[in-house]
T-cell receptor, first 114, second 113 residues
């Protein structure tokens, strides 16, 4: 069975450029999460969706970050404009909604902003 | 807000030795998850605990949740090089209409041959 699929796996971009990260959740899962991982701050929840609706975006660091989920099988995380401090691994994860359901992670998108 | 603290932050263990990683919450845990991460890879689900006093095992890894549901431990018996990686505990944080999982800072485990 396909797991959570993220793209790109690696991206290097120049400061000021727009970055778009993509995620395909596991089929049938109705919750989707975007996390960011850095050495300094660990794994942080940025935003999560339930049935395609953003539920909590309090973890989104700045207005430069935005996330969308136009349908149940696709989500994007966009950074515009990107800055060097945005360099991190961005993980997408999905689960069934109910509390106590395991969330499954993609392999991450490694972003480097130079 | 709920926070998770993991200890130790890093651990170097001789191959074959046992080890324990702890995860402590400031609030009652509704669900406690253990994940493992290898460098350059995503998080792999290990176990989930929900009930006070619950204990689960998978191969040589055992996780426990205390009766008060505020502390969990992960125990590895007879460690092997394949156990090396970062172990993260995550807690179910109840939201308005869906739950979300927050994570501790992780424990970096190295196995010395």
């Amino acid at each position: 069975d396909a797991g959570v699929i993220q793209s790109p796996r690696h991206e290097v971009t120049e400061m000021g450029q727009e970055v778009t990260l993509r995620c395909k959740p596991i089929s049938g899962h109705n919750s989707l999460f975007w996390y960011r991982q850095t050495m300094m701050r660990g794994l942080e929840l940025l935003i999560y969706f339930n049935n395609n609706v953003p539920i909590d975006d309090s973890g989104m660091p700045e207005d430069r970050f935005s996330a969308k989920m136009p349908n149940a099988s696709f989500s994007t995380l966009k950074i515009q404009p990107s800055e060097p401090r945005d360099s991190a691994v961005y993980f997408c994860a999905s689960s069934l909604t109910a509390s106590g359901n395991t969330i499954y992670f993609g392999e991450g998108s490694w972003l480097t902003v130079v | 807000s709920q926070e998770l603290e993991q200890s130790p932050q890093s651990l170097i263990v001789q191959e074959g030795k046992n080890l324990t990683i702890n995860c402590t919450s400031s609030k009652t845990l509704y669900g406690l998850y253990w994940y493992k991460q290898k460098y350059g890879e995503g998080l792999i689900f290990l176990m989930m605990l929900q009930k006070g006093g619950e204990e689960k095992s998978h191969e040589k890894i055992t996780a426990k949740l205390d009766e008060k549901k505020q502390q969990s431990s992960l125990h590895i018996t007879a460690s092997q090089p394949s156990h090396a990686g970062i172990y993260l505990c995550g807690a179910d944080k109840i939201g308005s209409s869906a739950s979300k999982i927050i994570f501790g800072s992780g424990t970096r485990l190295s196995i010395r041959p």
